[in-house]
Protein backbone atom coordinates (compact mmCIF):
# COMPACT_ATOMS: atom_id res chain seq x y z
CA UNK A 1 0.00 0.00 0.00
CA UNK A 2 1.36 3.30 -1.30
CA UNK A 3 1.46 6.17 1.70
CA UNK A 4 0.77 9.66 1.22
CA UNK A 5 0.36 12.56 3.61
CA UNK A 6 -1.88 15.53 2.61
CA UNK A 7 -1.11 16.94 6.08
CA UNK A 8 1.33 17.47 9.21
CA UNK A 9 -1.32 17.19 11.78
CA UNK A 10 -2.59 14.19 13.21
CA UNK A 11 -6.68 13.79 13.04
CA UNK A 12 -8.17 13.84 16.57
CA UNK A 13 -7.79 10.58 17.59
CA UNK A 14 -4.46 10.09 17.13
CA UNK A 15 -3.46 13.38 17.96
CA UNK A 16 -4.39 12.91 21.40
CA UNK A 17 -2.39 10.26 21.69
CA UNK A 18 1.03 11.84 20.24
CA UNK A 19 0.16 14.78 21.98
CA UNK A 20 3.14 14.54 24.71
CA UNK A 21 5.73 14.38 21.52
CA UNK A 22 4.52 16.89 18.88
CA UNK A 23 6.46 19.96 18.25
CA UNK A 24 6.21 22.72 20.69
CA UNK A 25 3.40 24.78 21.41
CA UNK A 26 3.90 28.56 22.08
CA UNK A 27 4.65 28.88 25.90
CA UNK A 28 1.88 29.98 28.25
CA UNK A 29 2.70 33.60 29.95
CA UNK A 30 3.17 30.85 33.56
CA UNK A 31 1.37 27.91 34.44
CA UNK A 32 -1.81 27.79 36.86
CA UNK A 33 -0.92 27.76 39.97
CA UNK A 34 -3.38 25.07 42.14
CA UNK A 35 -3.01 24.75 45.56
CA UNK A 36 -4.63 22.16 48.04
CA UNK A 37 -5.67 22.42 51.61
CA UNK A 38 -5.32 19.03 53.14
CA UNK A 39 -7.56 18.43 56.00
CA UNK A 40 -6.32 15.83 58.89
CA UNK A 41 -7.73 12.36 57.32
CA UNK A 42 -8.26 13.50 53.77
CA UNK A 43 -9.33 11.00 51.23
CA UNK A 44 -5.92 10.15 49.52
CA UNK A 45 -7.76 8.83 46.62
CA UNK A 46 -9.90 11.95 46.17
CA UNK A 47 -6.82 14.19 46.02
CA UNK A 48 -4.41 11.91 44.10
CA UNK A 49 -7.47 12.06 41.27
CA UNK A 50 -7.87 15.47 41.25
CA UNK A 51 -3.86 15.67 41.51
CA UNK A 52 -3.25 13.43 38.70
CA UNK A 53 -5.15 14.95 36.19
CA UNK A 54 -2.91 18.50 36.26
CA UNK A 55 0.57 15.96 36.27
CA UNK A 56 -1.16 14.09 33.45
CA UNK A 57 -2.17 17.65 31.91
CA UNK A 58 1.53 18.82 31.96
CA UNK A 59 2.74 15.36 30.43
CA UNK A 60 0.47 15.93 27.24
CA UNK A 61 1.95 19.18 27.10
CA UNK A 62 5.14 20.14 25.78
CA UNK A 63 5.46 22.94 28.40
CA UNK A 64 4.16 23.06 31.94
CA UNK A 65 0.64 24.32 31.91
CA UNK A 66 0.02 23.67 36.27
CA UNK A 67 2.55 24.02 39.77
CA UNK A 68 0.76 21.73 42.31
CA UNK A 69 1.12 22.64 45.77
CA UNK A 70 0.14 21.37 49.01
CA UNK A 71 -0.56 22.82 52.84
CA UNK A 72 -1.73 21.22 55.95
CA UNK A 73 -3.43 23.26 58.59
CA UNK A 74 -1.10 23.78 61.06
CA UNK A 75 1.43 21.03 60.17
CA UNK A 76 3.24 19.98 56.81
CA UNK A 77 2.59 16.52 57.62
CA UNK A 78 -0.98 15.21 56.85
CA UNK A 79 -2.61 11.85 58.06
CA UNK A 80 -4.95 10.74 55.28
CA UNK A 81 -7.66 8.63 55.49
CA UNK A 82 -5.10 5.45 54.84
CA UNK A 83 -3.59 6.48 57.80
CA UNK A 84 -0.37 7.49 55.68
CA UNK A 85 1.15 10.71 55.98
CA UNK A 86 1.85 13.17 53.20
CA UNK A 87 4.51 15.99 53.30
CA UNK A 88 2.20 18.59 52.24
CA UNK A 89 4.89 21.61 50.83
CA UNK A 90 3.78 23.85 53.92
CA UNK A 91 1.55 25.15 56.76
CA UNK A 92 -1.43 26.76 55.83
CA UNK A 93 -0.37 30.32 56.98
CA UNK A 94 2.28 30.11 54.48
CA UNK A 95 -0.02 29.88 51.60
CA UNK A 96 0.34 32.91 49.63
CA UNK A 97 -3.15 34.80 48.15
CA UNK A 98 -1.16 37.65 47.08
CA UNK A 99 1.70 38.80 44.69
CA UNK A 100 3.18 36.86 42.02
CA UNK A 101 3.35 33.62 44.08
CA UNK A 102 -1.07 34.31 44.48
CA UNK A 103 -2.53 30.78 43.32
CA UNK A 104 -5.19 30.99 41.17
CA UNK A 105 -7.13 27.64 42.27
CA UNK A 106 -7.96 26.79 45.61
CA UNK A 107 -9.14 23.58 46.66
CA UNK A 108 -10.13 22.46 49.88
CA UNK A 109 -9.34 18.31 50.59
CA UNK A 110 -11.53 16.05 52.78
CA UNK A 111 -12.36 12.92 53.38
CA UNK A 112 -14.87 10.34 55.65
CA UNK A 113 -13.55 11.08 59.13
CA UNK A 114 -12.80 14.90 58.44
CA UNK A 115 -13.84 17.27 61.56
CA UNK A 116 -16.53 19.32 59.95
CA UNK A 117 -15.75 21.99 62.85
CA UNK A 118 -14.82 25.32 61.38
CA UNK A 119 -10.98 26.32 61.25
CA UNK A 120 -10.97 29.81 61.66
CA UNK A 121 -7.58 30.34 59.79
CA UNK A 122 -9.21 27.84 56.41
CA UNK A 123 -12.08 30.25 56.63
CA UNK A 124 -9.91 33.65 56.77
CA UNK A 125 -8.21 32.02 54.06
CA UNK A 126 -10.86 31.19 51.91
CA UNK A 127 -12.73 34.74 52.21
CA UNK A 128 -9.17 36.60 50.90
CA UNK A 129 -9.15 34.20 48.43
CA UNK A 130 -12.61 34.77 47.14
CA UNK A 131 -11.69 38.17 47.50
CA UNK A 132 -8.80 37.98 45.12
CA UNK A 133 -11.31 36.29 42.99
CA UNK A 134 -9.12 32.79 43.11
CA UNK A 135 -10.69 30.19 41.64
CA UNK A 136 -12.35 27.55 44.94
CA UNK A 137 -13.11 23.96 45.71
CA UNK A 138 -13.88 20.96 47.89
CA UNK A 139 -13.21 17.70 47.28
CA UNK A 140 -15.23 14.66 49.58
CA UNK A 141 -16.19 17.17 52.46
CA UNK A 142 -14.08 19.83 51.80
CA UNK A 143 -17.05 22.16 50.80
CA UNK A 144 -18.32 22.53 54.38
CA UNK A 145 -14.85 24.93 54.27
CA UNK A 146 -15.98 27.35 51.88
CA UNK A 147 -19.61 26.93 53.30
CA UNK A 148 -18.17 28.27 56.30
CA UNK A 149 -16.03 31.08 54.57
CA UNK A 150 -19.68 32.26 53.11
CA UNK A 151 -18.27 31.24 49.53
CA UNK A 152 -21.27 28.87 48.50
CA UNK A 153 -24.17 31.17 49.14
CA UNK A 154 -26.49 30.55 46.53
CA UNK A 155 -24.43 28.25 44.22
CA UNK A 156 -24.59 24.82 43.88
CA UNK A 157 -22.74 22.45 45.79
CA UNK A 158 -21.49 18.94 45.42
CA UNK A 159 -20.76 16.90 48.48
CA UNK A 160 -20.42 13.50 49.98
CA UNK A 161 -23.58 11.85 50.94
CA UNK A 162 -23.19 11.07 54.53
CA UNK A 163 -22.32 14.97 55.20
CA UNK A 164 -25.52 16.14 52.95
CA UNK A 165 -27.45 16.15 56.08
CA UNK A 166 -25.42 18.28 58.23
CA UNK A 167 -24.77 20.86 55.17
CA UNK A 168 -29.05 20.98 54.89
CA UNK A 169 -28.77 21.96 58.49
CA UNK A 170 -26.05 23.94 58.92
CA UNK A 171 -25.97 26.04 55.50
CA UNK A 172 -29.65 26.69 54.20
CA UNK A 173 -28.36 29.22 51.70
CA UNK A 174 -26.36 26.53 49.95
CA UNK A 175 -27.53 24.69 47.23
CA UNK A 176 -26.79 21.00 47.84
CA UNK A 177 -26.75 19.14 44.84
CA UNK A 178 -27.87 15.58 43.87
CA UNK A 179 -24.91 15.52 41.42
CA UNK A 180 -21.42 13.70 41.98
CA UNK A 181 -19.55 17.36 40.70
CA UNK A 182 -21.16 20.58 40.27
CA UNK A 183 -19.02 23.81 38.69
CA UNK A 184 -21.03 26.89 39.43
CA UNK A 185 -18.62 30.12 37.96
CA UNK A 186 -15.14 30.00 39.92
CA UNK A 187 -16.73 27.04 42.48
CA UNK A 188 -16.10 23.67 42.19
CA UNK A 189 -16.58 20.80 44.34
CA UNK A 190 -16.79 17.51 43.89
CA UNK A 191 -18.43 14.28 46.27
CA UNK A 192 -15.63 11.43 45.80
CA UNK A 193 -12.49 9.52 44.05
CA UNK A 194 -13.99 9.36 40.62
CA UNK A 195 -15.55 12.96 40.49
CA UNK A 196 -12.82 14.43 41.69
CA UNK A 197 -11.53 13.30 38.45
CA UNK A 198 -13.76 14.45 36.61
CA UNK A 199 -14.27 17.81 38.26
CA UNK A 200 -10.43 18.88 37.47
CA UNK A 201 -10.92 17.35 34.04
CA UNK A 202 -13.77 20.14 33.41
CA UNK A 203 -12.19 22.71 35.43
CA UNK A 204 -8.59 21.81 32.95
CA UNK A 205 -10.97 21.84 29.86
CA UNK A 206 -12.65 25.66 30.82
CA UNK A 207 -8.75 26.64 31.59
CA UNK A 208 -7.24 24.94 28.08
CA UNK A 209 -10.10 23.55 25.86
CA UNK A 210 -11.43 19.87 25.08
CA UNK A 211 -8.53 18.86 23.03
CA UNK A 212 -6.26 18.71 26.38
CA UNK A 213 -8.78 16.91 28.29
CA UNK A 214 -9.35 14.10 25.50
CA UNK A 215 -5.91 13.67 25.75
CA UNK A 216 -5.65 13.37 29.16
CA UNK A 217 -8.22 10.70 29.32
CA UNK A 218 -6.73 8.63 26.54
CA UNK A 219 -4.00 8.08 28.94
CA UNK A 220 -5.53 7.79 32.25
CA UNK A 221 -8.91 5.98 30.84
CA UNK A 222 -6.94 2.64 29.01
CA UNK A 223 -8.92 0.31 31.79
CA UNK A 224 -12.00 2.49 31.63
CA UNK A 225 -14.76 0.12 30.06
CA UNK A 226 -18.26 0.36 29.54
CA UNK A 227 -19.01 -2.85 31.47
CA UNK A 228 -18.29 -1.87 35.02
CA UNK A 229 -16.85 -5.84 35.24
CA UNK A 230 -14.71 -5.69 32.25
CA UNK A 231 -11.19 -5.67 32.54
CA UNK A 232 -9.75 -5.25 29.54
CA UNK A 233 -7.87 -2.16 28.35
CA UNK A 234 -10.04 0.21 26.37
CA UNK A 235 -8.67 1.00 22.72
CA UNK A 236 -10.33 3.24 20.14
CA UNK A 237 -11.75 0.48 18.48
CA UNK A 238 -13.82 -0.29 21.33
CA UNK A 239 -15.72 2.74 21.39
CA UNK A 240 -19.20 1.07 21.98
CA UNK A 241 -20.57 4.66 19.99
CA UNK A 242 -18.73 3.66 16.84
CA UNK A 243 -20.49 1.11 14.48
CA UNK A 244 -19.48 -2.51 14.60
CA UNK A 245 -18.35 -2.20 10.87
CA UNK A 246 -15.84 -0.15 11.84
CA UNK A 247 -15.07 -1.46 14.76
CA UNK A 248 -13.65 -4.44 13.20
CA UNK A 249 -12.05 -1.92 10.65
CA UNK A 250 -10.30 -0.32 13.45
CA UNK A 251 -9.42 -3.82 14.73
CA UNK A 252 -8.39 -5.18 11.29
CA UNK A 253 -5.84 -2.36 11.12
CA UNK A 254 -4.43 -2.47 14.63
CA UNK A 255 -3.72 -6.05 13.86
CA UNK A 256 -1.82 -5.80 10.15
CA UNK A 257 1.04 -2.87 10.85
CA UNK A 258 3.60 -4.60 9.65
CA UNK A 259 1.98 -6.00 6.65
CA UNK A 260 -0.75 -3.08 6.10
CA UNK A 261 -4.12 -3.78 3.78
CA UNK A 262 -5.26 -2.09 1.53
CA UNK A 263 -8.46 -0.21 2.06
CA UNK A 264 -10.59 -2.41 -0.69
CA UNK A 265 -8.72 -5.28 1.11
CA UNK A 266 -10.22 -3.62 4.35
CA UNK A 267 -13.50 -3.27 3.08
CA UNK A 268 -13.29 -7.16 1.27
CA UNK A 269 -12.84 -8.30 4.94
CA UNK A 270 -15.79 -6.93 6.68
CA UNK A 271 -18.07 -7.31 3.67
CA UNK A 272 -18.51 -3.69 2.79
CA UNK A 273 -17.67 -1.35 -0.29
CA UNK A 274 -15.15 0.76 -0.31
CA UNK A 275 -17.05 3.72 -0.16
CA UNK A 276 -19.06 2.66 2.48
CA UNK A 277 -15.93 2.50 4.76
CA UNK A 278 -14.59 6.13 3.62
CA UNK A 279 -18.06 7.51 4.75
CA UNK A 280 -17.84 5.09 8.25
CA UNK A 281 -14.06 6.76 9.45
CA UNK A 282 -15.07 10.75 7.48
CA UNK A 283 -18.61 10.56 9.65
CA UNK A 284 -17.05 8.71 12.90
CA UNK A 285 -13.44 10.11 12.95
CA UNK A 286 -13.53 13.25 10.71
CA UNK A 287 -10.69 11.62 8.65
CA UNK A 288 -10.30 9.28 5.32
CA UNK A 289 -9.50 5.47 5.86
CA UNK A 290 -5.91 5.67 4.67
CA UNK A 291 -4.90 8.81 6.66
CA UNK A 292 -6.00 7.20 9.99
CA UNK A 293 -4.12 3.97 9.22
CA UNK A 294 -0.78 5.77 8.44
CA UNK A 295 -1.26 7.97 11.50
CA UNK A 296 -1.90 4.24 13.33
CA UNK A 297 1.19 3.34 12.20
CA UNK A 298 3.46 6.01 12.93
CA UNK A 299 2.34 5.85 16.43
CA UNK A 300 3.67 2.51 16.83
CA UNK A 301 6.62 3.56 15.40
CA UNK A 302 6.99 6.10 17.51
CA UNK A 303 6.25 3.91 20.48
CA UNK A 304 8.96 1.34 19.61
CA UNK A 305 11.67 3.97 18.77
CA UNK A 306 11.02 5.56 22.26
CA UNK A 307 10.72 1.68 23.84
CA UNK A 308 13.09 -0.32 22.55
CA UNK A 309 16.53 -0.54 21.00
CA UNK A 310 15.70 -1.62 17.77
CA UNK A 311 16.64 -0.11 14.55
CA UNK A 312 15.20 2.50 12.72
CA UNK A 313 15.34 0.34 10.07
CA UNK A 314 13.54 -2.57 11.46
CA UNK A 315 10.71 -0.65 13.30
CA UNK A 316 10.03 1.03 9.57
CA UNK A 317 9.94 -2.38 8.24
CA UNK A 318 7.68 -3.67 11.57
CA UNK A 319 5.27 -0.43 10.87
CA UNK A 320 4.40 -1.11 7.18
CA UNK A 321 6.86 1.41 5.55
CA UNK A 322 8.52 0.56 1.99
CA UNK A 323 11.78 1.99 3.30
CA UNK A 324 13.61 3.62 6.66
CA UNK A 325 13.94 7.00 4.28
CA UNK A 326 10.12 6.75 3.60
CA UNK A 327 9.47 6.36 7.37
CA UNK A 328 11.96 9.17 8.55
CA UNK A 329 10.40 11.79 6.26
CA UNK A 330 6.92 10.86 7.20
CA UNK A 331 7.80 10.66 10.99
CA UNK A 332 9.63 13.99 10.73
CA UNK A 333 6.46 15.76 8.82
CA UNK A 334 3.90 14.72 11.63
CA UNK A 335 6.80 15.33 14.68
CA UNK A 336 8.82 17.81 14.00
CA UNK A 337 12.19 16.04 14.13
CA UNK A 338 13.58 12.77 12.42
CA UNK A 339 13.25 9.23 13.97
CA UNK A 340 17.01 9.47 15.37
CA UNK A 341 16.51 13.11 16.68
CA UNK A 342 13.27 12.04 18.78
CA UNK A 343 14.85 8.59 20.53
CA UNK A 344 18.13 10.82 21.57
CA UNK A 345 16.10 13.55 22.51
CA UNK A 346 13.63 10.79 24.65
CA UNK A 347 16.86 9.65 25.91
CA UNK A 348 18.48 12.79 27.55
CA UNK A 349 15.07 13.49 28.74
CA UNK A 350 14.55 10.52 31.05
CA UNK A 351 18.42 10.12 32.04
Keep these: MQDTLNKR ?48 ANLVSTTP ?21 ISANGELN ?3 LDGDGAVDVLIVCGGFRCSLTENPLLTSKLK ?6 IILGGLWNGAIALAYADQ ?15 MRETFN ?54 DPSATGLVQTADDPSFPDTLRELLRLMSTNIEEPLSIDELATCVGSSRRRVERLFQTHLSTPPSRYYLELRITHARRLLLQSNESIANIAVACGFLSSTHFSHCF ?20
Excluded: W
Design 173 to 226: QVQLSNQALEIDGDRITSAGPSSALEMMLALIEQLHDSNMVRAIREILSCDKGA
Design 65 to 85: LFSISSYGLDNPQVRSDLSID
Design 94 to 96: QLH
Design 332 to 351: KDYFGVSPSQARQKHRTEQA
Design 9 to 56: HFSNRMRDTNSPFLPARPLPDKPIRVSFVLLEHFSMMAFTAAVDALVT
Design 128 to 133: TAAKRR
Design 152 to 166: LNGRRCALHPDNHAF
